[in-house]
């Protein structure tokens, strides 16, 4: 019998799915999986953080307040402001450290918290403060994100979203940016819940400290509108969309019955240079 080499009725060697989109499904998985992965850890960091002991929180806060501490005596804007968060502390948010205020000179409108108890504030922030709630409303959210310790696991989750993002496909791959991606959209929604909820804690402050919310919504209408992330912009972006804030603060009020009265007048030591 003679052998006739016949062609096969199909080469198993060549898939009959387009590469592009074997790509999405290859580059889909993958970001699936690191998704997953980044919530498992950012699990693991959240139980860490909520474990480390305060004088550890300290010794690290100091690391970071290197950038910020100035030579010099403190002026009296930071020792009204150290007066009012002294206030609020003993009075309405209980803490086992006391937390320090600096002023930064800057022309951001802006405040911030870092670990170990340390509040910077802007002076760009001070000269656009109309009333002593205001001021008030803004330490007290900070505070709020001390006590919560989420200063602590943002560091945490950014230590693990650069991590993982790097060690599954290096720094230059394509893919490694698209996982990225993926994980600081997953990032910034953890971010946006941190700060409602410290919104809330500062509402219930300003209730517990003056007995109305007058003033927690007038901080907002200072953002410059490229410190706000706009209505598309919020799902890119830390920080809810202002709008948001203050519709959930009003909703929030309502349901819970806080009053609304005028806020105190703004102390002498932080009126407008």
Known sequence: ?????????????????????????????????????YFLLGLAVDQIVSHLSPEYERKLGSVFMQRFMEEGKADKRTLALQTMVDRLQSRCAPLPFRVQVHVQQGKSVNAMALPGGHIIV???????????????????????????????????????????????????????????NGMRLSELTFSRAQETHADDFAQQVLVCLYGHVGGAEDFFSKIPEEQDPGRLGHYFASHPENKRRIAHLRQTAREKGYTLKDPQPLPAQFAHR
Do not use: Y
């Open 1 to 37: 019998m003679k052998f006739i080499a016949k062609i096969a009725d199909r080469n198993v060697n060549v898939s009959k799915t387009h590469p592009l989109q074997e790509f999405a499904i290859l580059a889909g998985g993958l970001l699936t999986i690191a998704v997953v992965v």
């Open 122 to 180: 802007f002076s760009g922030l001070l000269d656009v403060m109309e009333s002593e709630n205001e001021i008030g409303f803004v330490l007290a959210h900070e505070i709020g994100h001390i006590v919560n310790r989420d200063h602590l696991r943002g560091l945490g989750r950014g230590l693990v979203l650069m991590t993982a993002s790097t060690f599954l496909l290096g720094t230059d791959s394509n893919i490694t940016g698209m996982i990225g």
